[in-house]
């Protein structure tokens, strides 16, 4: 396992402006946001590479990160669940010139790696990456009751937002 639950915690303090931010339009929304939500903003976009988050707007990245969490809400760690969108106002709520795939499994090896591989066989590049390994607590029914960076209990999900040009 990768020293994940080391470094991300470093990496927010780095990033924090950008995460409180986030947060904030988040919360300010005609919604407002639950508290999984924003604790699932602060782990996704801590695993998030500079360039994007440097790159895209508040609006962008907390338009991503909320599509990203209602995925990994549908999504059931049993299963290899997998979805593809354009990122457009009508599909994903904020516009880049990139397609989105969005994968979630229970953690195992070579995830990436095998993801990369595939698309690279399709002729597809991988513009940039966000995968997050979560602590994910889901109740009877499955939905989600809690999540934080992984540790030695519960079940490790990773959930991976991937975007090609």
């Known amino acids: 396992m990768s020293d994940i639950t080391a470094a991300a915690p470093s990496r927010l303090r780095e990033i924090a402006p950008t995460i409180?931010?986030?947060r904030s339009y988040?919360?300010?929304g005609p919604d407002g946001a639950s508290e999984l939500l924003l604790d699932f903003a602060?782990?996704?976009l801590s695993r998030a590479p500079d360039e994007l988050l440097v790159h895209r707007s508040t609006e962008d990245l907390a338009s991503m990160t909320r599509g990203a969490f209602r995925f990994l809400e549908q999504s059931r760690p049993d299963r290899v669940d997998v979805a593809v969108a354009n990122a457009d106002e009508d599909e994903e709520e904020w516009e880049a010139p990139v397609t989105v795939i969005r994968t979630n499994?229970?953690?195992r090896p070579f995830i990436i790696d095998s993801i990369r591989e595939y698309l690279a066989l399709k002729g597809l590049a991988v513009e940039r990456m966000v995968y997050p390994m979560l602590d994910v607590?889901?109740?009877d029914?499955?939905?989600v009751t809690a999540?934080?960076?992984p540790a030695d209990s519960g079940i490790t999900e990773s959930i991976v937002h991937c975007e090609v040009e």
Do not use: I, P, W, Y
């Open 20 to 22: 409180n931010a986030v």
């Open 26 to 28: 988040l919360k300010s």
């Open 42 to 44: 602060e782990l996704f």
């Open 105 to 107: 499994v229970s953690e």
């Open 137 to 139: 607590d889901r109740d």
């Open 141 to 143: 029914n499955g939905q």
């Open 147 to 149: 999540m934080r960076f």
